[in-house]
């Protein structure tokens, strides 16, 4: 999820690079860089880890020449740790005459840099988009022709990617390609511009062009030209950008929580592309830290986390279980970290964490690995401090999660922890593969069920606008849906600064029913009417007891669930899925309900009042 932009025309690149990417700095902030192409027709590059003001720092110190032609990248790492080498531009071919910036993950990097090896290239940096730099360069080197060799390699590269390049010999073009990630072209008065949105130039045009999946983009100041990747030409339709500027800094939504909600479908398609093999094998390939054997070996898997995270390890244990028969424990770190747990050589702990450091969950691994543990870590964030210091990574592909209140990161840590339940699975021998199968492609079918869900949150964002008075809101549920039920709790806690609490369903009548008067609202996340446990109807039960005591029941159901409506005085239903793989979308109903409440109460959904998005203190 990085932020791109592209220009040619009349004005001062570096001054619309630097304004783009001050715009797009949202969606990534590991490091920033720019490539021009000078007067005289020399290409120079400046990168630097860091946020953007590190790169002005070093263009300060290194200025760069006057040009009208320019390609700027603000990265959110994938492959290789935020450093100035793995910063983008990168530069192609053995003369480096090409710059290349690139959004997204090329699935088969590995197959194409082995063969760039082969043939001699010399790499400075870890990144998948440098063996797209030098495959153009090279390839253009024999064809002669910079959009052809461009087209022939784009075709070649598998995954999701928004590339454009820049060649010196040819300092009035600027060449896009996109495919599975956003490309947008601005259009001006002798200028055009590129973005990975529209915040890249709203300053300078309103006047745009979605590219399409598949498509090439050939860019002057006073043309553009639009072709598929086998080169038919391609008709654009052009639209106009109603964002005003402050709005693109979010991507043109409301607050990056919002954003960042809506960013959800694809958070987890990216964790897991390139993980689910059509066999319904599952290819970690960060974790060769962890061999056959250690994963034999493992005997209980202990998952520490804190907030947010710590629920996704809580779902993570069912799904975990399950599929590999592996005992698993979730522990809150600062909890686990000094209550002299028992650990050993064959404990493997599973730490989550979104920002990487959270230091209750750094000091918990640092703890465990002296006794022996191995420690696979749960990370949103390339190079940070838990997965350095971790014996294998799992990266969860969200992008960068702005907003304090966490959501498209725990939706990827819960991804990232079926992935690891049916990696252990298949490790160990214990479902059979064609249950494997089946359960990776009902995976698969999951970002589309959290589209389908985002797409009817209206009726709940009606309830919580009503509900803006509310003192207490309780939250229920059982098996898959109890972490769902503590999360939704968590969220309205850290956003509307009310009291919530989840509870086990089951746990009611041991005390919290207590609690329950008239017009008590209470959310209950209901399971599947086809759960092969019964729970339905155990859950069903527990909404008439609480209806008994007045309570205003807020059900969270399955779609096709005919009795839930006849308790409930709202429900919000989501699409029949894998009920294992449920929590992913009856999250995203409790998730809008905190925000839109907050909203209604006029407070920062952003930044909410005592939190931080990183809780890098004990
Ligand atoms: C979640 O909305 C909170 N911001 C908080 O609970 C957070 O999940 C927790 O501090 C863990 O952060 P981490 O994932 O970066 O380790």
């Known amino acids: 999820m990085c932020g791109i932009i592209g220009y040619v025309g009349p004005k001062s690149t570096l001054d619309v690079l630097l304004g783009g990417l001050r715009r797009l700095e949202y969606r990534g902030y590991d490091s920033a860089g720019v490539s021009v192409i000078s007067a005289g027709g020399n290409l120079e590059t400046r990168k630097k880890a860091g946020k953007l003001d590190n790169l002005v720092s070093e263009i300060t110190s290194h200025p760069l020449p006057e040009s009208h032609i320019g390609i700027g990248h603000t990265r959110w790492a994938t492959h290789g740790a935020p450093t100035d080498g793995n910063a983008h531009p990168h530069l192609g071919g053995p003369t480096s005459k090409l710059s290349l910036i690139h959004n997204g993950i090329i699935e088969n990097f590995g197959a194409l840099k082995a063969e760039l090896l082969a043939a001699g290239t010399k790499f400075a940096s870890e990144t998948d988009s440098e063996v797209a730099a030098h495959l153009i360069a090279a390839e253009f080197e024999k064809t002669g022709d910079l959009p052809k060799a461009f087209a022939n390699v784009v075709n070649r590269l598998h995954g999701a990617f928004t590339i454009l390049v820049i060649h010196e010999s040819q300092p009035d073009v600027v060449l896009a390609a996109r495919r599975n990630a956003p490309l947008v072209i601005g259009l001006g008065d002798g200028e055009n511009f590129l973005g990975s949105d529209v915040a890249a130039f709203v300053e300078h045009t309103d006047r745009a062009i979605s590219v399409g999946q598949d498509e090439i983009v050939i860019l002057r100041a006073g043309s553009v030209e639009v072709r598929t990747f086998d080169g038919a030409p391609v008709t654009p339709t052009e639209f106009k950008v109603d964002w005003d500027a402050s709005a693109a800094s979010k991507g043109g939504w409301s607050s990056f929580m919002a954003k960042e909600i809506a960013d959800q479908p694809q958070a987890v398609a990216d964790t897991l592309m390139g993980r689910l093999e059509s066999d319904g094998s599952v290819v970690l390939q960060e974790i060769d830290g962890l061999s056959a054997e250690d994963i034999k ?253 007045g309570a205003k029941v807020i059900a969270i159901a399955e779609e096709g669930d005919a009795e839930v409506g006849n308790y409930a005085e709202h429900v919000t239903y989501v699409p029949k899925c894998e009920n294992i793989f449920s929590s992913i979308l009856t999250v995203i109903p409790l998730q809008c309900f905190a925000l839109e409440l907050s909203t209604a109460k006029g407070l920062d959904v952003d930044q909410p009042r005592n939190l931080a998005k990183s809780v890098t203190v004990e």
């Open 297 to 549: 070996n493992i005997d209980r898997i202990i998952m520490v986390a804190c907030g947010t995270a710590s629920y996704a390890c809580d779902v993570a244990k069912y799904a975990i279980e399950k599929f590999s028969r592996i005992p698993v424990q979730v522990e809150l770190s600062h909890e686990f970290r000094y209550r002299d747990p028992i650990v050993t050589e064959r404990t493997l702990i599973v730490a989550v964490s979104q920002s990487g450091e959270t230091m209750d969950t750094l000091m918990a691994t640092r703890y465990a690995k002296e006794q022996g543990a191995k420690v696979l870590a749960i990370c949103n964030t390339q190079g940070a401090t838990l997965a350095r210091e971790s014996d294998a990574v799992i990266y969860t592909h969200a992008g960068p999660e702005v907003a304090v209140a966490s959501t498209k990161a725990l939706v990827a840590q819960i991804t990232a922890g079926y992935l690891l339940a049916l990696f252990l699975g298949a490790g160990r021998g214990a479902t059979a593969q064609a249950e494997l199968r089946r359960l990776g492609q009902e995976l698969l079918k999951m970002p589309a069920n959290v589209t389908h869900v985002l797409e009817r949150l209206e009726p709940i964002r009606e309830l919580a606008k009503k509900m803006a008075d509310a003192k207490s809101v309780l939250f229920l549920g059982r098996n898959v849906g109890f972490p769902v039920a503590m999360e939704g709790a968590l969220k309205l806690k850290e956003l509307a600064y009310i009291h919530a609490e989840g509870f086990a369903a089951g746990e009611l009548k041991h005390g919290p029913i207590a609690l329950i008067e008239e017009g008590q609202p209470v959310f209950v996340i209901v399971p599947s009417p086809d759960d092969v446990d019964s729970l339905h109807p155990k859950v069903i039960s527990n909404i008439q007891e609480i209806r008994a005591r």
